[in-house]
Structures are given as C-alpha cells and as structure tokens.
C-alpha cells in the first residue's frame, strides 16, 4: 500500500490537530457558521484557531504548524458528514465519536463500530450503519432488537435500479437476514460484490478486504476516477497494493496524481513527482496546476508550500509543456500563483470560476476587478481581437475604470466602443 510513515513530531502535531479540533468552542463556531472549514476564508477561521492553540505550550513555529494542519483534520470530518447524510437526513457529527489513525484520517470502520455499539443511537440508524459497513454479526444482532414496525418499515422500502448503491445493499441484507442463512458469503446478493464496493461509505467498510486482489483492482481503478471525492481516492491510495498502485497510475496518472497531492501524501508525492512529466501530457500537467491552484491555495490550504510545489513542478517540466501553457488562457493564472508572496489572500487575485469552467468544459465569463478578463483572455490567446464585451472592470454599476485600454491590450470593447 502507499505508505504514509510520519516523523514522531508530525505525530505529536497530529494529535494536537485533532485535539484542537476536538474542542466544544471550535465545534460551536463552526456550527454558527453553518458551512464547512473548507469553504471558510482563512481570515474568518485563523484567529479562533491561534486563540486555542495560544494555550499549548509550544513554540511558535510549531503552533504555525498545528494551524496548518487544521484544514485536512477538518476535511475528514465534513467529508464523514457528507457521506453519511444520506443515511441519517442530517449531518449527525455531533453523534459521533471519531476514531483517528495516526495519520490524521478518520479510521471509518472503527468509528461506524462506535457508533453502532452505542445505545443512545437511533436503532435503524446503528442498523443501517452495520449493514453498509458489512458488519455482520452487529446487523444479525440490532435486527433482532427490532420492533416489528421498524423491520416492515425498512422491508417494504422501494428500492429502484437509480437507488444509491448502500440502499441495495441494506435490502439485500434485510433479504439475508430474513432468510435465516448463517453466512453471508453463501447468500446470492442482487449484485456482485466488488460493485457495492463504488459506495464512498461501502469502500471503507468491511467488505473491500473481501474481495479477490483482481476485484479490488478493480474497484480502485473506477473509483480514482474525476467524479469520486478526493478522500474517497486518498483512502484508496492509501489501501492499494503496490502492484495494484502501478497498474493504476498507468491508467489514470492526472487522478493518482491529485490524490497524491493531498494530506497524508505529500511525501508520497514528492517521491513520484519525477515521474509526472512521463506519464501526464501538456494538457493534463496544465490541469494539475490548476487543480492546486484552485483547490488548495486559493482556500489557502497551507499543509504544503504550494507555490514552492508549483515552481518546483514548474522549472522542472519540458520546454514544451511550458510554450504549450504559455498559449493558454490561464497563464496569467499561473503566473500569479507562481510569485504569490502569501501576504494577500489569493482569492482576492484569483478567478475560480473561470477555472471551474475550463475543467467543466464550459465556458463561464468571469474577470477580476482591474486584473483579469477572460473574454479578453481568450481573444488575445486566439488572436481574435474581435467585437467583444471585456467585463474587467464591470462591477457596482461601473463598466470601466482608468487604464483599461492597457490592461485590455489592442482588444476591442464592445461597452466603450473602442480598443
């Protein structure tokens, strides 16, 4: 498997992390904000941070550290929280009592365990829980402990073939254990197993290690796919073999590659970056630094120095990645994440949207104020310096402002009429 081996004080960092992390005044200021850390802006969430890191006895360097880390701690709960809506119709982290790896991700069997032996949970919820976690003998028992009501209820549920894949597999449980059968590995299941498996919730479960080597193969190599959350693939990085790693970054590298971007891989990461400029074309390397750049440092992710990354992978690439990026629109993008000094939020420079347009394949207008057009972008870039609308400095009412026609270049604009 991809290992994740941590320096004894990145442990002890980890453990403070998570315990910060941890804290009722941490959880009430996320709660009153009602959205995720992720999408938080590092000026909202830092100072609430550093107040509860100021108590830790450590040197400043180190607390820096700690802060650092809280972003990828803090994904692991929203992702469990997302992940399990589904079955609960609420975000229940309040219930629950994670279960942390050493590495700082959330050990999702242990943790399902925990709550499916507590007997302040919902029973159907617990119920649920074990069947999507393949646990059988809980599942046997809390079926057992069920009122009537409750199984009919569950039983007589309409499971259609659009149905999530977790729905089916509590049906067929509910089919097991009504069957009487002793095993479940001697029940006929309405689908194979390794498909179960594409379940973001199923994946970390019990069933995976069930699989023949070839099945779950094969599984990883549908679930590093482009539409399947980023920690869904870490946690598959993390479980493969390496004969099964190879044969997956063979197929799909740009995805390898932005999982292995991520915490707890970044050394990982650095020891295969040699290895990018042979396996991703001009076009996906260009998707790769625009997945760092509009992921990680535009939410100013700070569990790596990002620009030194981009720069590294930047002065490292072939000359004709380079003339090949040059010609793309998003090269003044790039050119501002490579000298981006920190001191100014990179949101402020940054057009995201426009980003997630390029990998969306489609095209969605959007400028910066006084820095950035993309229909000038793209004019420029075509040669096309046509009839078009530069929406720059269209804002509050205003279209232009001084000095728009050297930020716009020899490009006609269709709102001043001019070049």
């Known amino acids: 498997m991809v290992d994740s081996v941590f320096t004894l004080e990145l442990l002890a960092l980890t453990k403070f992390a998570i315990q910060i992390h941890s804290d009722p005044d941490i959880k009430a200021f996320q709660s009153k904000k009602q959205y995720f850390f992720r999408y ?4 909202e969430w830092e100072p609430v941070m550093e107040k509860k890191i100021s108590s830790l006895n450590l040197p400043m360097i180190l607390k820096k550290k700690v802060i650092a880390l809280m972003q ?30 050493d590495n700082g991700t959330i050990d999702r069997l242990k943790t399902a365990n925990n709550y499916i032996q507590c007997e302040n949970n919902n029973l159907v919820l617990r119920f649920l829980m074990a069947c999507v976690y393949w646990l059988e003998e809980e599942a046997k028992q809390l079926w057992g402990k069920m009122p009537e009501t409750s199984r009919r209820r569950l039983d007589g549920t309409y499971i259609c073939p659009l149905s999530s894949r977790w729905q089916h597999a509590v049906k067929d449980w509910i089919t097991f254990l009504k069957s009487g059968a002793v095993d479940w590995r001697k029940h006929s299941f309405s689908h194979p197993l390794s ?3 594409q379940d973001t919730i199923i994946i970390q479960g019990n069933l995976l290690q069930q699989l023949s080597p070839q099945d779950r193969l094969n599984v990883f190599k549908i679930m590093m796919k482009k539409n399947i959350p980023m920690q869904t693939k870490i946690f598959c990085l993390l479980k493969m073999s390496a004969e099964h790693f190879e044969e997956v970054i063979e197929k799909d590298p740009l995805h390898v590659f932005t999982g292995l971007c991520n915490w707890p891989l970044h050394r990982q990461f650095q020891e295969m970056a040699d290895r990018i400029f042979s396996l991703l074309n ?23 120095n990002y620009v030194e990354l981009l720069n590294e992978l930047w002065n490292r690439s072939p000359d004709y990645f380079k003339q090949y990026i040059a010609t793309s629109e998003f090269f003044d993008i790039l050119k501002m994440a490579l000298n981006h000094d920190y001191k100014k939020p990179f949101q402020d420079r940054c057009p995201l949207v426009e980003i997630v347009g390029f990998r969306a394949k489609k095209v969605l207008y959007m400028a910066v104020p006084n820095r950035y057009c993309v229909v000038c972008s793209k004019a420029t870039v075509n040669k096309l310096p046509g009839k078009h609308c530069c929406i720059k ?10 000095g728009i026609p050297k930020q716009c270049g020899n490009v006609w604009c269709e709102k001043c009429k001019s070049y």
């Open 40 to 43: 938080m802006s590092a000026k």
């Open 72 to 101: 990828p701690i803090s994904v692991q709960i929203d992702q469990w929280a997302l992940d399990h809506f589904s079955i609960s119709k609420c975000i229940f982290e309040h219930l629950t009592e994670y279960v942390w790896k």
């Open 195 to 197: 498909w179960y498996c």
């Open 282 to 304: 001009e076009q996906e390397f260009l998707e790769f630094l625009l997945e760092v750049i509009c992921f990680k440092m535009y939410f100013a992710w700070m569990d790596c």
């Open 393 to 402: 400095n269209w804002y509050g009412g205003k279209h232009h402002s001084r």
